[in-house]
């Protein structure tokens, strides 16, 4: 009997076999919850490190290997309908979900020098907009007594400057204004909503020279991984966090930019 048995879960952001949102789903699914996570392919096109096409039947298939039920949703967050569609999705396949988990983000390297509205729409429709009406939609329809889980993902802007991402950092800036102040509208409800910031992670972005300049920063000489990130968040699902709420949590190995 795993701690979160008979509770369904949505993860945002789940497309590569090592990122953030796949550490997330397995994490989830070793204590018992039913996955639904969401992936959107033409992001991943976009990036350097190119899509894994296979990877979302491949996640179902080792999901549903523990014991769990799993679905994917290949789905734009930056469209107004989505978080409808996908919590009807949910609704239909495995039932009301207790647990949420917005980890899907839009980033792209820009700077004063670059900065136009375009980017910085694209990555508000996404970090701001996608995860706040997901958010919202999830606490209107939740009706569970024994209460809920939100956890949005965030990148430590409140610790110091990320120069080259404005449009980055002042959405999930604004993601960590959210978490706190939705916590407590939410807590009501019983749901707590808290944010995680994972620092650096090695989640297939990182190359040898990032990974050499990074590295020194870590006190604990290593570079975070995204188990580290999902061991947190698994914790943060469970009943033993139901007492933390409206927190943002810095799980980054102590590191120091």
């Not at 707590?192 to 650096?200: H, K, L, R």
Request: overall charge negative; proline content about 5%.
């Amino acid at each position: 009997m795993g701690k979160l048995n008979g509770r369904i879960a949505i993860v945002t952001g789940a497309s590569r076999r090592i990122g953030i949102g796949t550490a997330i789903c397995q994490a989830l699914a070793k204590e018992g919850a039913d996955i639904l996570f969401t992936y959107w392919q033409a992001y991943d096109r976009s990036m350097e490190w190119g899509e894994d096409r296979d990877w979302p039947d491949r996640l179902v298939e080792m999901l549903q290997q523990e014991g769990v039920r799993a679905a994917g949703m290949e789905l734009d967050l930056s469209q107004p309908e989505a978080p409808g569609q996908l919590l009807d999705h949910a609704a239909q396949t495995l039932g009301q979900p207790s647990i949420l988990v917005n980890n899907a983000t839009h980033s792209t390297n820009d700077g004063f020098r670059r900065l136009t509205a375009e980017i910085l729409d694209a990555h508000y429709t996404v970090n701001i907009r996608g995860t706040c009406l997901l958010c919202a939609e999830f606490a209107r329809r939740f009706a569970l007594p024994e209460g809920g889980r939100i956890i949005n993902m965030v990148s430590g802007q409140d610790k110091g400057p990320m120069p080259g991402e404005l449009a980055y950092v002042a959405t999930k800036g604004a993601i960590s204004a959210f978490t706190v102040t939705l916590a407590a509208e939410l807590a009501p409800l019983r749901i707590t909503v808290n944010a995680v910031d994972p620092g650096p992670t090695d989640s297939g972005w990182m190359n040898d020279e990032v990974k050499r300049y990074l590295l020194p920063k870590f006190p604990m000489e290593r570079i975070g991984q995204p188990s580290d990130a999902a061991r947190l968040i698994q914790f943060l699902a469970s009943d033993d966090a139901a007492w933390i709420t409206g927190q943002i949590i810095h799980s980054d190995g102590g590191f120091r930019d």
